[in-house]
């Protein structure tokens, strides 16, 4: 958010959640995430006191609620008109709107009545608002983005975010620009790649098998290895329920960038495994030391800048994710997508080959980058037959 001039450089919190409503359609169990946003603490209060009747609130950072979704948001917009209740993750197979294993078709028949009062879905990190775009069906509605970071590792925070522009900065600005979806105030949302995210793809984890939609329809989703159902990655879900064709920009649509976090590139060049090690946050720290935060390395430090505080690997690095110029190995069933930023790199081929059980024709790194991410080393069918 970009603060008036006397809030610049405080950080602002605003009272959110996030939590589980469990509830049954006919005969199918639902379990839809759902993020509620107060104005106040007193509301905030307010809510988790209505809340609390529906399941143990401090279970989990999550709660889970026996009651259904529409019943949780004409609840909670009874508590306040402020309050604002999000679908969150909307393609996540589990857990969400639409998702694959216990989602809806139709955002109606989830809420029902109560879908009125609904203004906006988080993309979540396995989708980006262009393959939401896909969807007539969504147009009414503010795509927003947000880091679903509920572990403590800082390079999680902000990998997703929004960006306000706003005259006065508060929260019934910022929610009123969302209902509005209000281009002047909410500029754009800052978006990891889809492919990174962990349902991006189809497969199945344990059996390292992933594959495109096209793929994955063509045996049917059944797991060439273990002949189990393969876990719907958000890719196909899209592509299932979307009714125009890739690459369609709806009218007023809030635009979006994409990028990875800095820790992520920094330790993808460096070839080590782990975005937390040492030598990772000795490059972070030069960087941060130099520039005013890692948005501004990611979006606008030039590239001369870059490498005069870090290493030139690292600045090209960055110059190319905010190019678009990077490969995948996406994610799917739960595994985050793997950048592939350098190539020939051993320490990545190593990385790829520890996750192929078999071993085989692996850690095949293309050497021509294209514009536009698409995965890399994907297993074909053709591989399994
Ligand atoms: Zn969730
Ligand atoms: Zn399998």
Redesign the pocket.
């Known amino acids: 958010m970009k603060k008036k001039e006397s809030t610049i450089g405080s950080t602002l919190f605003m009272f959110t959640g ?1 939590v ?1 409503t469990e509830f049954q359609v006919k005969d199918n169990s639902k379990r839809i ?1 759902l993020l509620i946003l107060s104005p106040t603490l007193e509301v905030a209060k307010q809510v988790t006191d209505v809340l609390s009747k529906y399941g143990n609130l401090n279970s989990d950072g ?1 709660p889970k609620l026996h009651m259904s979704s529409p019943e949780l948001v004409e609840a909670i917009m009874e508590i306040d008109p402020w309050n604002e209740v999000i679908p ?2 909307i393609w ?1 197979p589990w ?2 709107l639409y998702g694959s294993r216990s989602g809806f078709d139709r955002i109606e028949d989830c809420f029902r009545d109560q879908t009125r009062n609904i203004h906006a879905l988080e993309t979540g990190l396995s989708s980006d608002p262009a393959m939401n775009w896909r969807l007539t069906c969504l147009d009414k509605f503010t795509l927003i983005s947000n880091s ?1 970071s ?1 572990s403590p590792w800082p390079y999680r925070l902000g990998r997703e975010a929004n960006e306000f522009e706003l005259k006065d900065t508060s929260y019934k600005e910022i929610v009123d620009a969302i209902r509005k979806k209000d281009s002047k105030r909410f500029v754009r949302t800052l978006e990891s790649f889809p492919e990174y995210g962990k349902y991006h793809y189809t497969g199945h984890r344990n059996c390292n098998v992933y594959l495109s939609p096209e793929e994955a329809r063509k045996c049917g989703n059944i797991c060439p290895v273990c002949k189990k159902k393969l876990t719907v990655g958000v890719l196909d879900r899209v592509v299932e329920l979307a009714d125009r064709a890739e690459g369609y920009r709806p009218e007023g649509a809030i635009p979006y960038v994409s990028l990875i976090p800095l820790q992520e590139i920094i330790s993808n060049v460096l070839g080590v495994r782990e975005v937390f090690a040492k030598s990772v946050w000795e490059e972070y720290n030069k960087l941060l030391k130099k520039f005013p935060n890692e948005f501004h390395v990611l979006l606008e430090a030039t590239r001369e800048d870059i490498s005069s505080a870090s290493s030139e690997r690292i600045a090209d690095a960055v110059i190319r994710v905010r190019e678009g110029r990077i490969n995948f190995r996406p994610g799917y069933d739960g595994l985050y997508g793997m950048p592939i930023l350098v190539e020939n790199n051993t320490n990545q081929v190593e990385e790829q080959r520890k996750l192929n059980d078999q071993n085989k024709e692996r850690a095949k790194i293309e050497p021509e980058l294209t514009s536009k991410p698409k995965p890399t080393d994907q297993r074909g069918l053709s591989d399994y037959f």
């Open positions: 996030e589980d995430h999550r969150a993750h996540t857990f969400s679903d509920h």
